[in-house]
């Protein structure tokens, strides 16, 4: 789709290497690997039904507001824009991924 809103579940997909998902499962770096035990995220070439590939999309701050923690199910569908940061949790295990910038 070309829009996403707030809350719902995607997968990502790779347009250019080898057009694989975005993938974690419950397996965790070994201790010693990175500063916590973090769950591994790699990319994975088969079915996009996968339910590995499930990615939940919550609000960290939009580009022109103050950040919110707070999700009204009865507000109006809003969607994620060009400038927003956005905090992606893993659907099945329910862990954020974490990125090095």
């Not at 707030?6 to 419950?26: D, E, F």
């Amino acid at each position: 789709p070309s829009e996403v809103a707030y809350g719902a579940q995607i997968t990502l997909k790779n347009q250019r290497v080898g057009s694989g998902y975005l993938h974690s499962h419950p397996i965790l770096y070994p201790q010693g690997v990175g500063t916590v035990q973090q769950q591994q995220v790699t990319c994975y070439y088969g079915s996009s039904s996968e339910t590995n590939d499930v990615w939940n999309v919550f609000i960290i701050k939009k580009w022109n507001e103050e950040p919110t923690n707070v999700h009204d199910s009865e507000s109006p569908i809003d969607l994620v824009k060009s400038g927003d940061l956005v905090r992606l949790e893993h659907a099945f295990t329910r862990r954020n991924i974490h990125s090095h910038v």
